[in-house]
Every structure is written in C-alpha cells, then in structure tokens.
C-alpha cells in the first residue's frame, strides 16, 4: 500500500488530521490498534476551546455539535464557601464549548467512512520503519499477514502509550515530567447537571469538579489519593462525598443518581521534544499530556493537528518545507503555554499532602488575588478560552 501520510492511532488527533487532509486532498491511512467501539469506550473531558470548534468545521464535522453542544459563557470557581465566576465573555468576548470528547471522536469516525477514507482497525504489532528516510514505512500484522504502507511523511498520534514515540531512541528525545500524588475519581450519570456552568471547588478535603455532557448528563469528579481502589466508592460514598466539598446550598441543589461509568484518572504533566524527527510527527498524547484540570488535552491535540495539516499542505501545494521544518518549535511553543496553565490551575486547586502551612497559605493568596483582581481573571479567562493559534 502507499499513501502520502501514514497516521498512527485513530484518537481525536489522528482522525481530525485525518479528516483535515482529505478536505485538503491529501491522501492518508489511518492505522489503529484496537477496534472502532473500543476506542468510542474511552471517556473524555469535553470542553472545546473555539480554535478546536473551528477545526471541526473546518473538518466538516461541526453540524452536530452545533446542534447538541452547549455554549459556555464562564466558569464558577468555589473556595472557604465562596463561590466566583469567571465570565469568559466580559472578560475576552470569547466562550467555549462543552461537547463530550466521544461525541467528537464520533463525528469524525462517521465523517471518515462517509468519505471512504481508509482506517484500518485491530492492527497488530505495528511498527515504524525507516522513519529518518526519504521511504519511511510503516508495517502491522492481521490475521496472521504482514502488511506494509510506504509513505511521505508518519504522523504519531497514538496517544502516551503508543509505539511512535517510543520508536525514537533515548538520545534524540528529551522528556519533562511531573506525577501528581492524587487522582481524579470520576463518575458519569444521568441526572441534571447541579449548574449552568462548570464548579471548579477548593476545599480542605480536597478538590472537586461538577461538569456535565449535556443538560440531562453530568460528569462529577472528586481528587483522590494514589491508593483509592474503586470498589471502595459506591455511588453513594461518591455523591456525599461530592456534597462536602461544595458550598452548602450548591450541595442542596445537587441531583444525585445512579452512575453510568466510574473511574480513576491520575494526573501527570509530560511533555517530548522535539516533536519532529526526519519524517515522523508526533501530535497529541503522544507528544504531551496534561492533567485535567483546565480541559486543555484535546485542545492542544487540536492545535498540533492544525500546525501539521497546514505544513502538509504547504508541503504538497505550496512546495515549500517552511511549515514542516517550523512544525516542532511551533507546537512547543503553544504546548508549553498549555502546559504551564494546566499545571497551575492543579496547583491552586488541589489539597496537596506535602504543600505545607507556607504552601497552603500561598495557595489561599492565589484564589484571594483571582477572586479579586480584573486582571487574575482575565489571564485566567483568556488561557481557559484558548490562546491563539
Ligand atoms: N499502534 C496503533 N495505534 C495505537 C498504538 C499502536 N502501537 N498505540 C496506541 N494507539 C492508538 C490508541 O488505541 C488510541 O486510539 O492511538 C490512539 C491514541 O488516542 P488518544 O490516546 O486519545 O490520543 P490523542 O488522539 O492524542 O488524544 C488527544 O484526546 O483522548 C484524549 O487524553 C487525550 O485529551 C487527549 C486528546
Ligand atoms: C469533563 O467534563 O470531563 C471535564 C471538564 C473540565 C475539566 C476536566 C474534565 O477541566
């Protein structure tokens, strides 16, 4: 088989770059190892900042969303019983867009087969090959057969756990990391959301989040230590648990109900630079991960995939090499900023073991200083909105 880009990994990052070539003319493969349901299994944050909104336009998959998405104006913070909000569009006359991440993934495998673009699924062993050269290749196995695509150039969206990365040596790569020592214990049901928008909440027992999927769908979250074993957490523990760590008369409105998924996330900063090497391209998870905390995850796989659709593109019609050779130190620089913002929002919002009275104190400062400064909210606004591309 050949093609001009081979994509590895059928997440969000490799099927928007997916879908981004095809409406650009240029031919991918999109090579995934594990099934179509599974990969639609996996649940996600689901705030999109307007930059990703357009790409999914752009991408042609924007109808549904529109249509089901739900516009967010601002974002509630809770801290010592307080409650604050951020209002996104006084601050940057920007919102952002709460749609489920399986939603997205969703529209773009449907938008994929409508084109009749090839994914190939439950591919086995795959394995990058010459990616240095001007004939990188990349080979997998089904039912036993080897196959092998030649291509132009390998785009490495396969997430932290992939085999794109991990194919470059330890010598060419640098890697920056920080693990948090808590978890995100998360649990989906179907049951009214508790409000309007996003509760971002600071308490001694530790940080929680009231999010939602749609107005009957809600997605709650409660910090957790690094020992928290899930069988421990019947849905009621969770929900009075959740209670606690609201202001009392957000607790009150609270409509609890059966979960529908439960689990455990921990939360790590990493980033791999550089995110080129010769003909390989890493975008997405593969690259970089985020904690959760900021909803910056997708979105910065977003922001990858439009640096790199665009250097293909100018590649293929352009005939320049501008974009390709800018694509690294681009996406970093953007990465970075996500990075940073990512870490911070943790920062001023978790309960910390090792934080100290100092730390505790400084951490108190912090909310003080955003709750009352234009200024702190608007860098705060204009980072969870979305810095531009
Ligand atoms: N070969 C082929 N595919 C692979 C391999 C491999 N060796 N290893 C992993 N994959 C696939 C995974 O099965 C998955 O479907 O690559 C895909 C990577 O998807 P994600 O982990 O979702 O990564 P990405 O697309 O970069 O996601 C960007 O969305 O899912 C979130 O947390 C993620 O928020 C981040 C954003
Ligand atoms: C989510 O809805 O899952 C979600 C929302 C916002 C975040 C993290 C997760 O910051």
Same mark, same amino acid.
């Given at each position: 088989?050949?093609?001009?880009?081979?994509?590895?990994?059928?997440?969000?990052?490799?099927?928007?770059?997916?879908?981004?070539?095809?409406?650009?003319?240029?031919?991918?493969?999109?090579?995934?190892?594990?099934?179509?349901?599974?990969?639609?299994?996996?649940?996600?944050?689901?705030?999109?900042?307007?930059?990703?909104?357009?790409?999914?336009?752009?991408?042609?998959?924007?109808?549904?969303?529109?249509?089901?998405?739900?516009?967010?104006?601002?974002?509630?913070?809770?801290?010592?019983?307080?409650?604050?909000?951020?209002?996104?569009?006084?601050?940057?006359?920007?919102?952002?867009?709460?749609?489920?991440?399986?939603?997205?993934?969703?529209?773009?495998?449907?938008?994929?087969?409508?084109?009749?673009?090839?994914?190939?699924?439950?591919?086995?062993?795959?394995?990058?090959?010459?990616?240095?050269?001007?004939?990188?290749?990349?080979?997998?196995?089904?039912?036993?057969?080897?196959?092998?695509?030649?291509?132009?150039?390998?785009?490495?969206?396969?997430?932290?756990?992939?085999?794109?990365?991990?194919?470059?040596?330890?010598?060419?790569?640098?890697?920056?990391?920080?693990?948090?020592?808590?978890?995100?214990?998360?649990?989906?049901?179907?049951?009214?959301?508790?409000?309007?928008?996003?509760?971002?909440?600071?308490?001694?027992?530790?940080?929680?989040?009231?999010?939602?999927?749609?107005?009957?769908?809600?997605?709650?979250?409660?910090?957790?230590?690094?020992?928290?074993?899930?069988?421990?957490?019947?849905?009621?523990?969770?929900?009075?648990?959740?209670?606690?760590?609201?202001?009392?008369?957000?607790?009150?409105?609270?409509?609890?109900?059966?979960?529908?998924?439960?689990?455990?996330?921990?939360?790590?900063? /990493?980033?791999?630079?550089?995110?080129?090497?010769?003909?390989?391209?890493?975008?997405?998870?593969?690259?970089?991960?985020?904690?959760?905390?900021?909803?910056?995850?997708?979105?910065?796989?977003?922001?990858?995939?439009?640096?790199?659709?665009?250097?293909?593109?100018?590649?293929?019609?352009?005939?320049?090499?501008?974009?390709?050779?800018?694509?690294?130190?681009?996406?970093?620089?953007?990465?970075?900023?996500?990075?940073?913002?990512?870490?911070?929002?943790?920062?001023?919002?978790?309960? /910390?073991?090792?934080?100290?009275?100092?730390?505790?104190?400084?951490?108190?400062?912090?909310?003080?200083?955003?709750?009352?400064?234009?200024?702190?909210?608007?860098?705060?606004?204009?980072?969870?909105?979305?810095?531009?591309?």
């Amino acid at each position: 088989m050949r093609t001009q880009v081979a994509i590895i990994g059928a997440g969000p990052a490799g099927l928007l770059l997916g879908q981004l070539l095809h409406r650009k003319g240029i031919d991918a493969i999109i090579v995934e190892q594990r099934s179509p349901d599974y990969v639609l299994s996996r649940i996600r944050a689901g705030v999109l900042e307007q930059g990703a909104v357009g790409l999914l336009e752009e991408a042609g998959v924007g109808a549904r969303m529109h249509k089901e998405g739900l516009i967010h104006d601002g974002t509630e913070l809770t801290f010592d019983g307080r409650r604050h909000r951020i209002d996104f569009k006084r601050l940057v006359g920007q919102t952002v867009m709460v749609y489920g991440q399986t939603e997205v993934t969703r529209d773009l495998m449907d938008a994929r087969t409508a084109c009749g673009a090839k994914t190939i699924y439950n591919a086995e062993n795959v394995t990058l090959v010459d990616y240095a050269s001007d004939t990188p290749k990349v080979t997998y196995q089904q039912d036993g057969v080897t196959h092998e695509i030649t291509c132009d150039f390998i785009a490495g969206c396969d997430g932290f756990h992939g085999v794109s990365r991990k194919s470059v040596p330890n010598s060419a790569i640098s890697l920056f990391e920080r693990v948090y020592p808590f978890g995100w214990l998360g649990i989906l049901s179907d049951t009214p959301p508790v409000s309007d928008e996003l509760i971002y909440a600071n308490h001694q027992r530790g940080f929680a989040l009231c999010s939602m999927r749609s107005l009957t769908r809600s997605r709650y979250y409660i910090q957790c230590g690094m020992d928290t074993q899930i069988e421990d957490w019947s849905d009621d523990r969770f929900w009075d648990e959740l209670r606690l760590r609201l202001p009392p008369e957000t607790a009150e409105q609270l409509v609890t109900g059966p979960s529908i998924e439960k689990s455990i996330a921990p939360l790590r900063s /990493f980033v791999a630079e550089p995110m080129r090497f010769g003909n390989l391209f890493l975008a997405g998870d593969a690259a970089h991960i985020v904690p959760p905390t900021g909803a910056k995850g997708l979105n910065l796989a977003a922001g990858d995939v439009h640096y790199l659709s665009t250097a293909f593109e100018e590649f293929y019609t352009g005939k320049s090499r501008a974009g390709i050779d800018g694509y690294s130190q681009k996406a970093l620089t953007r990465v970075w900023l996500a990075e940073r913002f990512s870490w911070w929002m943790t920062s001023i919002l978790h309960n /910390f073991p090792d934080n100290g009275d100092f730390g505790q104190r400084i951490q108190e400062a912090e909310l003080d200083y955003l709750f009352s400064s234009n200024a702190a909210m608007t860098s705060l606004a204009e980072n969870y909105v979305g810095l531009p591309y």
